[in-house]
């Protein structure tokens, strides 16, 4: 029997109604002759609620008490989902992590899996089971403690599962219908991608994070699973989703494939720093132990052996930065006359697996601009994306002008 992953995101499964309008959907992929693994999240808020017990609890808490506590919710819906299905005559039991056992190294609360054996799961299936309901976001480490994946760790279960049970497809039901190609709160002209490329879904990580975690995307890539994105609050036959695929499943795509933006960024300069060898690991180093996460740099061009160093960073980094950069000149481990910061940008990219092969998107996309009167403070470009850095109140403004410009609203 074809396997087929269904994974329930929290708002799908927030309450016991919600719960069997799910169980419907798996119980018709079971008469459509599938075995199916049902990854479960959640119910909607709750793993909020039980972080925040832990850290009432203990502000310096036990990472593997904290794992205890926050990976129960899912327990709970997965014996709530067995038992609807079990209402509905389905054959179904549920999993918890340790059960399967879905094994993770130690790192608690951020732990990466490391292999799932698919024997005691399979024997089941042999033995007439029809669905394998499963606690998602958790596992086993080595050392036989429970573990968790990270926040929205679910997708990752439900992906990882695809992968080692060789899914036809990974369906991931959720409260949107799909991977649009901008947020639609930003431009109504948005519109819903039927397929998007492994690579052009992790680029659009910042509108898709609400919708797959980036990890999930990243494993997805590497072991070929068919990922779906699904509404559940949708009955009808054509809510049939985004497909996130290999580029060679996509016939024909737009150059661009949507565009992307990031409100909260900030931008610093160092002023007057020495150009020599060694310079940029003086300045990044510190950045980087005072776990500042830095995103686009530039050097200008030297004059008089002196240059210019811009980066952008997280907007709520922005003290941890300065301080870096305070106490690294202290040192004299770097030299500069002046650290100017502005906390009021934003960052827009447009990204496609077009772009590979085709010329003038950069200009097109700095003319769209141009026309709009928006000033472009930086540039970066990847083999299929540019980011631009612009001030923040253009944000919307930035990201309505490059839809249009790229007729995104239209299909390939
Ligand atoms: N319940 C967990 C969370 O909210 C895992 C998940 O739903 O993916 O992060
Ligand atoms: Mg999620």
New binding site residues.
């Given amino acids: 029997m074809p396997t087929l992953v269904m994974k329930f995101?929290?708002t799908s499964v927030a309450t016991l109604d919600r719960i069997r309008r799910a169980a419907k959907r798996v119980g018709r992929e079971v008469a459509n002759g599938h075995d199916v693994i049902v990854i479960v999240?959640?119910m909607s808020g709750?793993?909020?609620e039980l972080v925040g017990w832990v850290e009432e609890t203990s502000p310096m808490f036990d990472a593997r008490e904290y794992d205890a506590v926050?990976s129960s919710?899912?327990q709970v819906t997965a014996g709530l989902m067995a038992l609807t299905l079990q209402e509905m005559d389905v054959p179904a039991r549920s999993w918890a992590g340790w059960q399967v056992p879905l094994k993770t190294n130690s790192a608690h609360a951020a732990a990466r899996i490391e292999e799932i054996p698919t024997e005691n799961i399979n024997a089941k299936f042999a033995e007439g089971m029809k669905v394998a309901v499963v606690a998602?976001?958790q596992g086993i480490s080595p050392e036989g403690r429970i573990t968790?994946?990270?926040?929205?760790?679910?997708?990752t279960t439900a992906v990882a599962f695809a992968a080692a049970f060789d899914a036809i497809r990974c369906d991931i039901y959720t409260d949107v219908d799909g991977v649009y190609t901008t947020d639609p709160r930003i431009t109504s002209k948005a519109r819903k991608l039927d397929k998007i490329a492994f690579e052009e879904m992790l680029e659009l990580a910042s509108l898709g994070a609400k919708v797959l975690?980036t990890r999930s995307v990243e494993l997805a890539m590497r072991f070929k699973v068919r990922l779906r994105v699904l509404s559940s609050f949708e009955d009808n036959d054509d809510n049939a989703g985004t497909l996130v695929c290999a580029e060679e499943d996509i016939m024909e795509s737009n150059v661009v494939a949507g565009v992307a933006f990031s409100r909260d960024e900030a931008k610093m300069t160092l002023l007057s720093v020495a150009d020599r060898p060694g310079i940029a690991a003086a300045i990044f180093g510190p950045l980087a132990d005072a776990s500042v996460n830095v995103d686009m740099i530039v050097q200008n061009i030297s004059e008089d052996g002196r240059t210019d160093m811009t980066f952008s960073l997280p907007v709520n980094q922005i003290a941890r930065a300065e301080k870096a950069m305070d106490d690294a000149k202290a040192s004299g481990e770097i030299n500069f006359s002046q650290l100017v910061t502005d906390a009021d940008v934003a960052k827009i990219s447009v990204v496609g697996i077009g772009m590979r092969s085709h010329a003038g998107v950069a200009s097109q996309m700095f003319k769209a601009l141009r026309d709009e009167g928006i000033n472009i403070k930086v540039i970066t470009t990847s083999e299929i994306k540019i980011s631009v850095l612009i001030d923040r109140k253009y944000m919307e403004l930035a990201v309505q002008a490059l839809h249009d410009t790229f007729e995104l609203h239209k299909t390939a």
Avoid: I, P, W, Y
């Fill in positions: 995101g929290g999240s959640a709750k793993t909020n926050v919710g899912e998602g976001f968790t994946l990270g926040r929205g760790g679910s997708d975690q």
